[in-house]
């Protein structure tokens, strides 16, 4: 019923930039919160940047400075633009939402995107 489409992920050189951007469809009354996650082979799930309802951002300590989120709540779309990427960004990026749908507060995920930062 609920669908978040990632875009944008690649190939990139250490030092580039990438922007990354997902989309929100379906039935819905609200989206509560959107951010990014990521996952890198053998590690553990990270936030990365999260907009939550009051415009609040927040930043995982390794890319603050680095990356800035970004979200269009007419269009139900969140942004990441990732720039002075290194090899340790290399991970599938994740967006995620906190959606209200049918009078309840749901979490979703897209299927992930794949960064590959390397020379």
């Known amino acids: 019923q609920v669908r978040l489409v990632e875009s944008g992920g690649g190939f990139i050189e250490p030092g580039g930039s990438l922007t990354l951007s997902c989309a929100a469809s379906g039935s819905f009354a609200e989206i509560y919160t959107m951010g990014w996650y990521r996952q890198a082979p053998g590690k553990r799930r990270d936030m990365v940047a999260i907009?939550?309802?009051?415009?609040?951002?927040y930043y995982g300590d390794s890319v603050r400075g680095r990356f800035t989120v970004s979200r269009d709540n007419n269009k139900n779309t969140v942004s990441l633009q990732m720039s002075r990427l290194q090899r340790e960004d290399t991970a599938v990026y994740y967006c995620?939402?906190?959606?209200?749908?049918?009078?309840?507060?749901?979490?979703?995920w897209g299927p992930g995107t794949q960064v590959t930062v390397s020379s």
């Open positions: 995620n939402a906190e959606i209200v749908v049918s009078a309840s507060l749901s979490d979703y």
């Open positions: 907009v939550d309802l009051r415009g609040t951002t």
